[in-house]
């Protein structure tokens, strides 16, 4: 699939800050925009979008109602008026149709995306449409309760490049009272009726990450979720349904989502008894409560949707697009992640000025072009059970601060980082003794500690202006070009005892709120700070911190041969130019496997290149192999980056081969990683068949490492590499080989 499209919407999303000067939104020239159109006899929406349409209309009983989503029809096709679905039995109409934002109310059994708890103890909301507004090609409507001054306003926009559609809820208190928000979602996508959809969604834990499952839709609910305080690693809030007859990656109609949501999130998906398939997504509702004061408004996470008509592969190949021109910082450029060094796996928390110096002259000589100190550089910091929330450097490690090291660092050409942990404190620090009531707490309850540490409640004033403080006052006085910022445990006891109690419960959003804001206005105050999110691994990465950051962190599990089932679960919905993959020692502490140097960095390769083993232990020729790979990465970064991901062949299901290939943006490079994990019985690896090549172009191949088989061509057509295919000579145990195919007309 090649989307020669360079339109963007140009949209910076504010992570649904409710009132911040923060948030702002630049508007680009689109070349060939989407359309949103009215059709006032029939009061239908329509929204096309690059291959995708999506339609919506007003029914008899003033109900948003979805009529029809997937492949981009053509202009003429009609749309009759929306007509609510009769009820049958027990079941009324309100729970039948497929309504585009519903509130638990007027007979509800359905997953609701709203419900609402009033102070005289009403629970019933009943809403109907009021008006829309079309403003360039978003889409606004309003709808109100029956009797109460309640307002919900939703807002689609599509983006034109991808047809990705962005949606969001505002719900707007106009009574005389406060009302609590006891559940609320972005809002519902709504499928045809069917008996054969399959659902992928991702599961995990600590260094075992972005595993991908598949199961049947059948009547009933899958919920998918976080009630951990932030995304988590045991479920991602991402999506794709497809029909279960599709085998290909590249074939087939899929049905995607993701949540922008770096809290407690939940995405249900929900099968009622007229087959039809509804998928409700937004902040978890499990323990949530948030005050809606008088002329107060709450406007949800963004839930994004997607319509892909090639396959789960097309559907990745839509994400990544859309994540790279129209969601990272510096949108639709951002910048290719330059080649890092990270001390962690070489000092743990032992550094000290000379011994950062050493390792960055040797990181230096390979080609790396950002070092990063790691845990250890600030307060009493000597291991994990003291000196978080004491961000200051520590003078016995380096007497004359960081400037020495910083300044060294730059005249190697390398730009320096630095790891910090905002959100957290140990009990044993200054910061602690001075301020316990600032975690998270329950009063009179224990304060459970994971990794010797509380979580700081962001969700306070004073702790989100002492955060943002020391972050400024670090930057400010130091020329730092990279945070990795981490954050290494789940709440407990999330109770926020300085607010009254019938407010308490919005710590949940409170908190993430302020977390975007502090990441919203460091970079707007220090636009050549560039950030990492990471959590214990890949625990907070969604498509709302990646507004802020501009790279993750997928797994502290950089065992290179588990990477490879890691990193292609990631694949699915967040783009490899965002991933960060070390090469590190062998064998590994996680699986004691050893892996020869070359397969390691061809593994990490597949994304955003980092190093975090002990250069202080690798040999000459270590160095020297180390060197060439990371010049040969420099050669093929912007394809792997920012072109087109096909997984040819995955290591799902215990598969003894994985092959990746990335076809360029401009088609002029393809670059091809394939892994063995052993051959048995004088086997062949599977012969290769490419794709995503113009089938007229001549291509060169070259082989970077590993071998091509005897009688490969040296040139070829797009037609021969993908229907010819080519074979590798690959035998052994973890056996790996990289080729690239450049286009000569």
Not at 18 to 36: D, E, G, H, W
Not at 440 to 467: H, I, K, S
Not at 531 to 538: A, Q, R
Request: hydrophobic fraction near 35%; proline fraction near 5%; charge should be negative.
């Amino acid at each position: 699939m090649k989307d020669r499209s360079k339109t963007k919407w140009g949209l910076i999303a504010c992570a649904f800050l409710v009132s911040t000067s923060l948030c702002a939104s630049t508007v680009v020239a689109q070349t060939a925009p989407a359309t949103t159109q009215y059709d006032a006899s029939s009061r239908v929406f329509r929204i096309d979008a690059a291959d995708s349409t999506y339609v919506l209309g007003i029914n008899e009983n003033g109900q948003l109602q979805t009529l029809y989503w997937g492949k981009r029809l053509t202009a003429n096709d009609p749309f009759p008026a929306a007509k609510a679905t009769s009820g049958g039995g027990f079941d009324l109409s309100t729970s039948n149709t497929p309504q585009e934002f519903v509130s638990w109310g007027g007979g509800l059994t359905v997953e609701p995306d709203l419900k609402i708890t009033f102070p005289d103890g009403n629970r019933d909301v009943v809403l109907k449409y009021v008006s829309h507004r079309i403003d360039g090609n978003m889409l606004s409507v309003v709808m109100k309760d029956i009797s109460r001054e309640v307002y919900v306003t939703l807002e689609y926009q599509p983006d034109a490049e991808t047809g990705i559609l962005r949606r969001s809820a505002t719900i707007e208190n106009r009574t005389d009272a406060p009302f609590t928000i006891e559940q609320v979602a972005a809002g519902t996508w709504n499928l045809p009726h069917g008996t054969d959809y399959r659902l992928r969604y991702l599961t995990g834990g600590w260094a075992a990450e972005w595993n991908l499952q598949e199961r049947p839709i059948q009547p009933g609910k899958t919920i998918l979720e976080s009630r951990r305080g932030t995304t988590g690693a045991q479920n991602n809030p991402w999506f794709a349904i497809d029909h279960n007859v599709s085998a290909d990656q590249d074939e087939g109609s899929v049905w995607f989502g993701a949540l922008g949501w770096s809290g407690s999130w939940q995405i249900a998906i929900e099968q009622d008894m007229k087959q039809q398939v509804r998928v409700t997504g937004g902040p978890n509702a499990f323990d949530f409560g948030y005050l809606l004061k008088k002329g107060e408004k709450f406007t949800t996470p963004y839930f994004y949707g997607g319509y892909s008509a090639h396959g789960i592969g097309g559907a990745s190949r839509l994400l990544h697009r859309f994540e790279i021109d129209s969601l990272l910082p510096h949108h639709p450029t951002p910048k290719l992640r330059p080649v890092l060094y990270n001390s962690w796996e070489a000092t743990g928390f032992d550094v000290d000025e000379p011994g950062q110096i050493a390792l960055a002259e040797k990181a230096a000589s390979l080609g790396v072009e950002r070092f990063v100190m790691d845990d250890g550089w600030f307060g009493g910091r000597k291991n994990d059970h003291a000196g978080l929330g004491d961000w200051y450097v520590n003078p016995q490690k380096f007497p004359h601060g960081l400037k020495p090291l910083i300044d060294k660092v730059h005249s190697l050409n390398m730009d320096f980082g630095l790891w910090v942990e905002p959100e957290m404190v140990n009990p044993d620090s200054d910061l602690y003794r001075k301020h316990p009531d600032w975690v998270l707490n329950f009063p009179g309850r224990p304060r459970t500690e994971g990794r010797n540490q509380l979580v700081l409640n962001l969700a306070r004033p004073d702790v989100r202006a002492y955060v943002y403080g020391f972050l400024d006052k670090l930057l400010k006085e130091n020329d730092i070009s990279f945070l990795k910022w981490d954050y290494n445990r789940n709440w407990s006891e999330p109770g926020w005892p300085a607010v009254p109690q019938d407010q308490e419960k919005n710590v949940y959003v409170d908190f993430t709120r302020n977390f975007y804001s502090i990441l919203a206005e460091l970079r707007q105050n220090h636009p050549n700070v560039e950030i990492e999110s990471c959590s214990g691994g890949g625990s907070r990465v969604d498509l709302g911190v990646m507004q802020y950051t501009d790279e993750v962190w997928p797994s502290d599990n950089t065992d290179a041969y588990d990477r490879l089932q890691i990193q292609n679960g990631f694949s699915y919905p967040y783009t490899p130019g965002v991933m960060m993959a070390w090469v590190t020692e062998s064998p590994t502490w996680v699986n004691n496997r050893t892996l020869s140097l070359e397969y390691r960095f061809l593994s990490s390769m597949q994304g955003s290149l980092g190093i975090g083993a002990n250069l202080n232990k690798w040999t000459p020729e270590e160095l020297t192999k180390a060197t060439q790979m990371v010049t040969q990465y420099k050669s093929i970064r912007e394809t792997v980056q920012r072109g087109e991901l096909y997984r040819l062949i995955t290591p799902e299901n215990n598969s003894e081969q994985s092959v990746t290939e990335t076809v360029s943006r401009d088609g002029k490079q393809a670059v091809t990683f394939a892994f063995l994990h052993s051959s048995t019985e004088y086997s062949s690896f599977p012969r290769i068949f490419l794709r995503g090549l113009d089938e007229n172009a001549m291509y060169s191949a070259h082989a970077f490492a590993g071998k091509l088989a005897g009688d490969t061509p040296a040139q070829a057509s797009g037609a021969y590499w993908m229907h010819h295919g080519l074979d590798l000579d690959l035998r052994g145990d973890f056996q790996a080989a990289a080729f690239t195919l450049t286009r000569s007309n």
